[in-house]
Every structure is written in C-alpha cells, then in structure tokens.
C-alpha cells in the first residue's frame, strides 16, 4: 500500500512539472513573436515614401510630422533654356562668348597690368627675327566675324599717353578724320581698299580713311605700321599674325585683320618683351620680330 501511494505521487509530481515546462516554452515563444514585430513596425513607420513626397511620422515622431523630403535634380550642361525667341540650348548659350568683348578685357587687362599676364614663353616655339612673306589674302570682301567701329571725331586711344618713347607719339597724337573720296586721294597718293575698308599711308603708318566711301567698314581704329606703302595693313597683320602663333601667343586664324583676338597677343608679346603692350601693330615690335 505504500508503494502504491509513493508511485501515485511521483507520478503527480512529473505531471505538474511537465505542464509548468509546457507554460514555459508557450510563454517564450510568445515574447519572441513579440520581438520581432515591434521592430518591424518601427522600421515601418521611419521609412520614408518615393522623394519629393510628404509624410507622416508615426507615434513618437514629434517633429518629423508633415516632413518635405528635399527633391534631388541633376542638371547637366545640355539642359535646355528657353529664351524668349531662340529657345537654344543653354550650352550653346554659354558657348557663345562674344569675342571681342573677352579679348578686349584681356587686352585691356595687360595694358593697365592687371591679372592677364603672359604665362611664360613656348620653349618649342621659334625664336629671333622673322622673314616677311606674302600671304594669298581675300581682302576684297568684308569679314563678318569681327566686331567694327564707329567714327567718332573725338576719340582717342586709351592709355596712350602713358606710353613712354617718341615711337609711340603717333598714338598719342591719332584721332580719325572723315573727309571725303576727292580730300584723301588729293592729300594722300596711297590709299588700298583692305576688307570693306579704305586706308591711307602717311609717315611709316596705315590709318583708316573714314568718309572715304559710305559703306566702308572698320576693324579697329588706329595706326598700323609699315616701313613701305608696298606693304599694305592686311599683309603686315598677317606677318605679325604668322610671327606670334610660331611663338606661341596667338592660336587664331592668319587672316590679315587686327581683331580683338591678334590684339590681345600682341599685348602680352609686348608685355613678356618689355616694350608698352600697345596691342597694336607699331614700330617698336615690329623691330623686336625684325620686320621692320
């Protein structure tokens, strides 16, 4: 009988242990479960939605309520402005630098010593004196690439009277004239039609005849020397032209016309060659280049 009683017991007791053992496991599975959701909620609730959208924060967002995501845009060079009329694209926009305005700031840069210095020499260039030639020039058209200037009685070349030298007295002392076809041929024997404009020889230099003809067109306004009136203004730039691009100053096209361009290489020519950057064609450089 008391065996019987001490097996009913054990019996009981592994019962209970295992029905305690049971609540165990059913109560951990349940905080696992629980771990694993509450997480999940939260990451859902701080994931923001596609850009450019508002959203709402969830519980404990506080602040973050109606957030505006900032928009991201990348531009590129190829987007399109459209412009009042063209409608162009702005590359093509910023492409179009005005020529003559860019070189003539460099120009004017050099002359008042500015930060548009010559950059140093180019050791593989040609060096020394340069051989005249003649160039094959198609000077009996006007060329529509450059800028032209207006006659005006009362200008006067800028910065000129501060150019040290008796040999840059004819800057000084230039200011246009407008006369008529039978004034300059009366006072002037050599006057050469060069690219829609007429110009006159007098002491050493070709000077714009203005008045000469009602459509003639100028290029620049000024003095430009030659030794001879054989040499007209048109082959004199080009050789100058020819000189600085062997050297490294000049990269345009030899094209005969004292352009905003060929101006601002002469500068920095005469600037490295210690002479007054003029920017123009005068007898100083040209002895420098020995072509005077």
């Given at each position: 009988m008391r065996i019987l009683l001490v097996l009913t017991s054990c019996v009981g007791l592994a019962l209970f242990a295992g029905a305690a053992q049971q609540d165990d496991q059913d109560s951990n599975k349940g905080k696992k479960k629980g771990g694993n959701a509450q997480p999940q909620q939260q990451q859902q609730q701080v994931v923001a939605p596609q850009t450019g959208k508002k959203f709402k924060a969830g519980p404990g967002g506080g602040n973050a309520q109606n957030f505006q995501q900032p928009t991201t845009t990348h531009y590129k060079n190829t987007q399109k402005w459209h412009g009042p009329v063209t409608g162009q694209t702005e590359t093509n926009m910023s492409n179009r630098t005005n020529l003559n305005s860019s070189k003539s700031n460099k120009l004017e840069s050099i002359q008042k010593g500015g930060t548009e210095?010559?950059?140093?020499?180019?050791?593989?260039?040609?060096?020394?004196?340069?051989?005249?030639?003649?160039?094959?020039?198609?000077t009996n058209k006007v060329v529509n690439k450059y800028k032209t200037v207006n006659f005006n009685q009362n200008y006067k070349i800028a910065g000129a009277h501060n150019w040290k030298g008796a040999k840059y007295q004819v800057f000084v002392n230039y200011h246009p004239e407008w006369h008529d076809t039978w004034?300059?041929?009366?006072?002037?024997?050599?006057?050469?039609?060069?690219?829609?404009?007429?110009?006159?020889?007098?002491?050493?230099?070709?000077?714009?005849?203005?008045?000469?003809?009602?459509?003639?067109?100028?290029?620049?306004?000024?003095?430009?020397?030659?030794?001879?009136?054989?040499e007209d203004?048109?082959?004199?730039?080009?050789?100058?032209?020819?000189?600085?691009?062997?050297?490294?100053?000049?990269?345009?096209?030899?094209?005969?016309?004292?352009?905003?361009?060929?101006?601002?290489?002469l500068a920095e020519y005469q600037s490295a060659q210690g002479i007054e950057p003029t920017g123009a064609v005068d007898e100083p450089t040209l002895e420098t280049l020995g072509m005077a």
């Open positions: 210095k010559w950059k140093g020499p180019n050791l593989n260039a040609k060096q020394g004196k340069f051989q005249k030639q003649h160039f094959d020039l198609q004034w300059w041929n009366w006072h002037h024997p050599h006057v050469v039609f060069i690219y829609g404009g007429w110009y006159y020889w007098d002491n050493s230099y070709w000077y714009p005849a203005w008045g000469y003809a009602p459509s003639s067109v100028y290029y620049y306004d000024g003095p430009i020397y030659a030794s001879s009136p054989e203004p048109a082959q004199v730039v080009a050789n100058v032209q020819s000189a600085l691009q062997q050297q490294g100053y000049y990269q345009g096209d030899i094209d005969g016309v004292l352009g905003p361009q060929t101006r601002a290489a």
